[in-house]
């Protein structure tokens, strides 16, 4: 994990893969929490505990998310307050144009149209940013966006299986987790399990080692997030987190000594947290 | 969603015969889904009618999520449509850019179903942010899916309590565009899909027409009257008035009560 957090720069660009409260890379951001890494400009399609968590240790200069919750547990409590106190600079696409951008980025593209958030709000800050431009489509004369490409220099993703040479399975639903991963210049997973060479069936490959810069094991690590079919998210723990959050800057502070800071690492952190 | 009492002023635990004003919006919700509709569900209220839909009179209708779910089937209450128990008894599992890429954008989806922080007269969402009494703002979960789903849904139910300040004749932020946007209707700024067509709430079904909202329908025991005095933007009524929903059958309040929010974390 230490090497995962030594693949991004002070003030480097990082996306997450997790998803409101599924599959987080809560141990990878623990660490980069301990490490205190900050200027961040964090990415994430849809914000989740994990991006909520690196605002709160006050190491995100600038969001680019599509929107993001914690689902009925409630909001990204400590991103909002960041945003509405001039904390942190944010950038809200819709959560399909994100990942455009990301795919872009991938394929190398020079950008990718899009009919998305044409006619709404979030272009204003969008269009200003520079990233977004209102255009034409050529073929039909019609309004379409351009969408500048998105490389991250870092993308964290928890999976579950993987091998040495960073081949790696993902159960489940993937949401934006491709595009992220092959946007990114380097891209750190992070496995429950990992396995033998040759031992993953290679038509469930999710991720192809040739993407992959780094490998760590952490079993349990997207806790208090769900990892489908392996474990749930802990109830008691988000609405711990949530009430932290919601509570104020105070209490998050307080939160994060108490169950990031304040342990020496994961294994602590899962005994204290998780029994 | 939260605390309303029943229609006949009973209580979460009424007797059969009365309900929720959560559960008569999710029933009148369902009432606006096909049996052939290909759907996109945001999160909150409209998971809980668009079930109910799949229970009911439209066993045939495909459920899909942005997280790259397609034809969800989930058994028990889910936290929201990131939990994974949202996702139980799944046909596929892909990606968000094919859901809301290759789905959506690409105009396979013929109905989305949305919440909603505050809406206008042309079915525009804000997601995203609300001034507060200081004169600042308060920042909420913003757009997820839901731009997408607005732009390029055949057509979009957005599902939301009736409470005035949620009817805006202004948007503090337009987060997805309804039916027109200032003088613009959507075609002309480049939307592909039918954009929002209904506005279901726990008292009220409103049409978004070309000529603006209209009070199609009030939930039994509603007097349009005081629905529309409710209502703070202007509501057009039909000729012959609104038609009324009818109360939700026993066999609806039974699968919401026992199996799609037993908790009722959605309709109490």
Redesign the interface.
Known sequence: MAEGAGLLPEGGHLALCGFAISRNAVSFVHELIRAGRAHLHLTQVVGGLETDLLVAAGLVDRLTYGGGSLDRFGPLASVNRAAVAGQLELFEYSALALSLRLHAGALGLPYLPTRSMLGSDLLDSLMASGEVRLSTDPFSDSPCLLLSPLRPDLAVAHVDRADRAGNCSIEGPVWSIPETVRAARAVLVVCEQIVEMGELDPSRVTIPGEYVTAVAVSPRGAHPTAVFGRYDYDRKHLELYEKAATSGEEASREYLERWVLGVADEQAYLEAAAG | MNGHTGLTGASSEAAAGSWTRGEMMAVAGSHQVRDDDVVVVG?GLPQVAALLARHTHAAGVSLL?????FGTAPREP???????RM?AG?TA?????EV??AM??GGRVTLGMLGALEVDRWGSIN??QIPTAGG?????????????VS??AGRTVIIMAHEPRKFASQLD?????GRK?GD?D?A?????GGGPSEIVTDRAVISLGAEGPVLAAVHTGEDPELVARDTPIPLLMPSGGPVVTPPPTERELSLIRSELDPLG?YTR
Not at chain 2, 78 to 84: E, F, H, I, L, T
Request: aromatic content about 10%; proline content about 2%; glycine content about 18%.
């Open positions: 999160l999520l942005e997280a790259g779910i889910a936290m929201g449509v990131a939990d994974p996702w799944a599992f892909g990606s968000l850019l809301l890429g959506l954008h997601t995203t600042g703002i308060r920042r909420f979960n913003g757009s997820g899916g839901g731009n997408d732009s390029h932020f337009v987060t997805s565009a946007v613009k959507r002309e700024l480049g939307l592909s974390w």
